[in-house]
Every structure is written in C-alpha cells, then in structure tokens.
C-alpha cells in the first residue's frame, strides 16, 4: 500500500503560478504509476496529468496541456504539479493518485490510491 499527501494549493491570481507536490510513503513511490486529477464543484473528477513509474512518459488532460508539467523525484518519493498561466476555471480540489498500471492513465477507475486533495483557487 502506499499513502499520499498532497501540498503547495492555495490562492492565486489568473496568470500566476503554482506548484503542487504529492509525497508517497509507505511502498516505494517508484512502484507506481502517479496522476493528478481535479474536481470542482458539481463537476466530475476530471484527469490532469499522468507520469509512468520512471518519469520517462507523461500524458496531459486538453484543458491543460502546454500549462502544466507533471515530473517525480523517486529518490523523495514525491510527484510535482508545476501550473503556469493559471486561469480561474483551474479552480478545483487536486487530487493525487496512483495506479501500478498505466494502460488507461486517463481514468479515475485505474487508480487504486488516491490523497486526500488541496484545494486551488484561483481569482479573476
């Protein structure tokens, strides 16, 4: 098993940046597959950002591809979600997740391990 705990959300104004890390411990971090998903309210837990177990392949949601990187540090057990040019629609609850398969990266039914979420706003 592995536990997660993400950090780094708050308030930011439209354009600015953030940077969100998720630090894994229990099972080696390196074990899994790591993503990060959002859900604002009303709305569905939508896909952001995907790494494979070595960090060598990455896959981003539409909405914020060219915006967001998603990168690991294995040695700290930890993942990172840099935003830039953030937009208030990026308001949401960030989840961090983990999966031992990256078959469908994209799907919030692949993940077996999820965080307890940060929340980001961000202001017009």
């Known amino acids: 098993q592995v536990q997660l705990v993400e950090s780094g959300g708050g308030l930011v104004q439209a354009g600015g940046s953030l940077r969100l890390s998720c630090a894994a411990s229990g099972r080696t971090a390196s074990s899994y597959a790591m993503a990060w998903f959002r859900q604002a309210p009303g709305n569905e837990r939508e896909f952001v950002a995907a790494?494979?177990?070595?960090?060598?392949?990455?896959d981003y949601g539409y909405s914020v591809k060219g915006r967001f990187t998603i990168s690991r540090d294995n040695a700290k057990n930890t993942v990172y979600l840099q935003m830039n040019s953030l937009k208030p629609e990026d308001t949401a609850v960030y989840y961090c997740?983990?999966?031992?398969?990256?078959?469908?990266?994209?799907?919030?039914?692949?993940?077996?391990?999820w965080g307890q979420g940060t929340q980001v706003t961000v202001s017009s």
């Open positions: 790494i494979t177990r070595s960090g060598g392949s990455t």
């Open positions: 997740a983990a999966t031992q398969s990256y078959r469908t990266y994209y799907s919030k039914n692949n993940y077996d391990y």
